[in-house]
């Protein structure tokens, strides 16, 4: 397809919600019934773990769970910030549950897991900001089910040492992510807790210290953002060495949290992810119902093919 067409998918009117009562028919979803979701509850329930699937209403749920793919969140369910797109909860959390990082391996195990994401809420109550705990998860999964590749996607750790992240980094998971979110402009009603480029320099700080492990990092459209700032996010990203970019249509949780301005069709998210591709990014996910965790580890098989086949056209060069 010429630039053309993709500039014109980028251009054409979206769906504003006012505009009708319901969701799109592309980012409708059908409810969970599936027994594979069933054993994945009870099997979260009776080790006492957390998910962001629940806590933040993934529309994937019913997909992912079937499958028995879950994205756990560490660190307890209770989040320490109140950023005005997500639905976990706020307040004061409990004391970090010291058989969390066994809990989360035996799931794994249990589940057959080649690839698990791990993501947390953020802690700002900590020291550390929770950075060890992520540490000894992914300890836990090296002794437990060492074939099993490790994603995580961690909070911003602002105000923290940098030791923190370095600790994790060099716990080796197989890919750091870390969301930005939405673009700059709009940090100050979206995100107004955590500050864009220092989201920006701790995934450059990752590469720094590990250049083997991949990072990832995404963005929520449908907030209002031009498209423009979007481009500008890909270059910014491509700036820190970022490998994988993920964008996903905003859904408002609650009456609560902001409104979603404006619904991006499926065309819109094909041409983004094309001139993502272009600016050289190994793996790229864009779509509506595309969330960090969504597929990962069929992506983290591709960005590792990509990886592999650029360092080896750089050898053959």
Not at 2 to 31: E, T
Not at 77 to 97: E, L, S, W
Not at 255 to 275: G, L, M, N, R, S
């Amino acid at each position: 397809m010429c630039v053309c067409a993709y500039v014109g998918a980028m251009n054409a009117p979206l769906q504003k919600p006012s505009d009708r009562a319901r969701k799109p028919d592309w980012i409708r979803v059908k409810a969970p019934t599936s027994p594979g979701y069933a054993e994945t509850r009870k099997l979260m329930r009776d080790l006492n773990l957390h998910t962001v699937c629940e806590e933040a209403a993934c529309p994937n749920i019913g997909e992912c769970w079937t499958k028995k793919h879950a994205t756990v969140m560490i660190l307890g369910d209770t989040c320490t910030r109140a950023c005005a797109f997500c639905n976990v909860k706020t307040g004061m959390p409990r004391p970090v549950d010291l058989l969390e990082p066994e809990h989360t391996a035996a799931a794994a195990a249990k589940m057959g897991l080649t690839h698990i994401v791990i993501t947390s809420v953020d802690r700002d109550d900590l020291p550390d900001g929770g950075a060890s705990q992520f540490v000894k998860v992914i300890e836990a999964l090296r002794r437990e089910t060492p074939q099993t590749t490790i994603e995580i996607l961690t909070p911003d750790f602002r105000n923290k040492p940098d030791d923190a992240v370095a600790a994790i980094v060099d716990a080796r998971p197989d890919v750091y992510n870390h969301n930005l979110e939405t673009v700059p402009r709009l940090y100050p009603t979206i995100r107004p807790g955590a500050r864009y480029y220092a989201s920006l320099r701790l995934l450059e700080s990752v590469k720094r210290r590990d250049p083997s492990i991949f990072t990832k990092s995404g963005i929520m459209l449908g907030l209002g953002e031009e498209r423009m700032e979007v481009h500008q996010v890909m270059d910014d990203m491509r700036s820190a060495d970022i490998d994988f970019m993920t964008m996903g249509q905003y859904l408002q949780p609650t009456p609560k949290h902001t409104k979603v301005i404006d619904f991006v069709t499926p065309q819109a998210f094909d041409a983004y992810a094309q001139i993502a591709r272009a600016k050289g990014f190994l793996q790229v996910a864009s779509s509506p119902l595309t969330r960090s965790s969504y597929h990962a580890g069929d992506d983290f098989a591709k960005m590792r093919a990509a990886r592999e086949a650029q360092l080896a056209r750089a050898k053959a060069d």
